[in-house]
């Protein structure tokens, strides 16, 4: 005799798990960290490997010894964890500091909530942003990118393309944008800055592949990137550039320079800190580029991208209470 078995929904797996969409996100990171490796040499190789290490580590420790629950290593989310914050870090940062931020990331902005799924602020940023806070001249010493000659300990360091640009616009000099590198330079990675901060191309090429697995939706990363565009184009028709610079090419260097690709196809994007309904999403990425934006043009740091999104992770949860109407319900 069959019985009737009577269960709550959803009544049907999609056969998606945290294991599974964080390996996704992994992967998509791959050929960008390739190319950062590629530039930075051993650095790169060295600080993310500290990196992952010391959150996995950590996010076993305080679930065995202060949670007295089950791993959770296995989900791959502190793997994600640590290689994000990788990314968000100079090549030539001490080993030391790295292991620091890896402790905020983990065990302050993750497992001091409950673990995955109860974080309020995406933990690579929080590590970023404490670390940032902390050890500022250690945080914006940028290695030059040498391949594998590049040294982990004696890097030799120049500016970001941001910090030039921002110290033209704002001292008015032009000679400051000799700088720069090519276009195509920025775009394959060839400059200096965090790991994340090179090949705008492939980390392009990942958030789509993200997409296209249907691991993240176009909304959070589509609304970031169309509401810096177009702010940076109404910086350049108010006459705010210096005259070298035109409009287009301020758009593209707004676009594909900083943690913008990072932070808005894999960053902004989490799952746990962002809002949940499509139109809280375009809310989510258009406040997120009008922050970056107003850090950039008129703040102390060349870059925003950090503070932006976890100024935005506090207001998702009032972004969530965003939602269709149910079905037969009557408006008020």
Same mark, same amino acid.
């Given at each position: ?23 996704? %996100?992994?992967?998509? +990171? +791959?050929?960008?960290?390739? %190319?950062?490796?590629?530039? *930075? ?10 990196? @992952?290490?010391?959150?996995? /580590?950590?996010?076993? /420790?305080?679930? &065995? ?10 989900? +791959?989310?502190?793997? +994600? ?5 990788? *990314? ?8 030391? =500091? %790295? ?80 700088? /720069? ?13 965090? $790991? ?16 296209? &697995?249907?691991? =993240? ?27 070298? @610079? ?6 593209? $260097?707004? /676009? ?15 799952? @746990? ?7 809280? &999403? ?42 269709? &109407?149910? *079905? ?5």
């Amino acid at each position: 005799m069959k019985q009737l078995i009577v269960s709550p929904a959803p009544h049907f797996h999609s056969g998606d798990s945290v294991r599974k969409n964080m390996l996704l %996100v992994i992967i998509a +990171l +791959l050929p960008a960290y390739a %190319v950062s490796v590629w530039q *930075f040499g051993w650095g790169a190789l060295i600080t993310t490997a500290i990196s @992952v290490a010391a959150c996995v /580590l950590f996010e076993w /420790l305080i679930a &065995k010894y202060i949670l007295k629950q089950k791993s959770t290593i296995g989900d +791959l989310s502190a793997v +994600l964890t640590g290689l994000l914050l990788a *990314f968000n870090l100079p090549s030539n940062l001490p080993w030391w =500091i %790295v292991i620091i931020g890896a402790l905020v990331a983990i065990g302050v902005a993750k497992m001091s909530f409950g673990g995955l799924g109860q974080n309020i602020f995406n933990p690579a940023l929080v590590g970023r942003v404490f670390l940032l806070i902390s050890f500022p001249a250690q945080m914006t010493t940028w290695p030059v990118p040498q391949g594998f000659a590049t040294s982990y300990v004696d890097a030799a360091t120049g500016a970001t393309p941001l910090a030039a640009l921002k110290e033209a616009i704002k001292s008015g000099e032009a000679s400051v944008l000799n700088e /720069l590198p090519e276009m195509w330079d920025i775009l394959i990675g060839k400059m200096g800055g965090s $790991l994340g901060e090179v090949s705008a191309l492939l980390l392009l090429a990942g958030g789509i592949f993200l997409i296209a &697995k249907r691991v =993240i939706t176009w909304h959070i990363p589509v609304s970031i990137m169309a509401t810096v565009a177009l702010f940076a184009a109404v910086t350049g028709w108010a006459g705010m550039l210096p005259e070298s @610079v035109c409009t287009g090419e301020y758009v593209m $260097l707004s /676009l594909c320079t900083g943690g913008m690709m990072l932070g808005a196809w894999f960053m902004a994007t989490d799952y @746990v800190t962002s809002p949940m309904s499509n139109w809280g &999403k375009i809310i989510f990425g258009v406040g997120i580029g009008v922050i970056v934006m107003v850090i950039r043009t008129w703040g102390a740091y060349p870059e925003g991208m950090s503070f932006a999104i976890l100024i935005m992770n506090a207001c998702a949860p009032l972004l969530n209470l965003i939602r269709p &109407k149910r *079905f037969g319900e009557k408006k008020k």
